[in-house]
């Protein structure tokens, strides 16, 4: 047990908390971007049918400019499917659990000026050696043993050292 403010909660709660606040964390930040995306390719849009209703503009790019705002907007339904879905879990308290040695790392290269690069741990567990489960999770060391509390569809994961 462990006392946290005037609780006391157990290794489960205070991984579980960590997890949830790691989990809206992610999810209000793709939600955000993902919803500028979209809203940039409407403004877009509806500049194209503006300028098409002026006739300033070939009807040619007010379906590019449809084409791209579909695109957009699929693109972000489809990336927040998961975070929907382990919404569901987090609000029920269900998670996955692993309690396993970290075999290897996927380099995972983000775009940008310069590229940022984050290392996503695969685990194996302990007591099936045929279970492993790659997680986006922090701090983790290759070949130590690990308990991590991960959402099954984002995997997004908090792990601590055993």
């Not at 705002?69 to 998961?82: A, H, Q, Y």
């Not at 998670?95 to 984050?118: A, L």
Request: charged share 25%.
């Amino acid at each position: 047990m462990v006392w946290e403010g005037q609780y006391m909660i157990n290794e489960h709660e205070k991984l579980f908390f960590m997890l949830s606040k790691t989990f809206y964390r992610y999810f209000w930040k793709n939600l955000i971007i993902l919803f500028s995306t979209s809203l940039m390719a409407l403004i877009v849009f509806i500049g194209g049918v503006l300028n098409f209703l002026k006739g300033t503009e070939d009807i040619k790019i007010v379906f590019m400019c449809l084409i791209i705002f579909i695109v957009v907007l699929t693109v972000t339904i489809l990336g927040m499917k998961p975070f929907f879905k382990d919404m569901k879990l987090v609000k029920m308290e269900k998670y996955d659990n692993i309690t396993g040695k970290i075999v290897k790392y996927r380099r995972v290269v983000h775009g940008g000026d310069p590229d940022t690069i984050t290392y996503y741990p695969t685990i194996r567990d302990i007591n099936k050696e045929w279970v492993e489960v790659e997680v986006k999770a922090e701090k983790t060391e290759l070949n130590q043993i690990y308990h991590c509390v991960y959402l099954p569809n984002t995997k997004i994961a908090v792990c601590e050292k055993r």
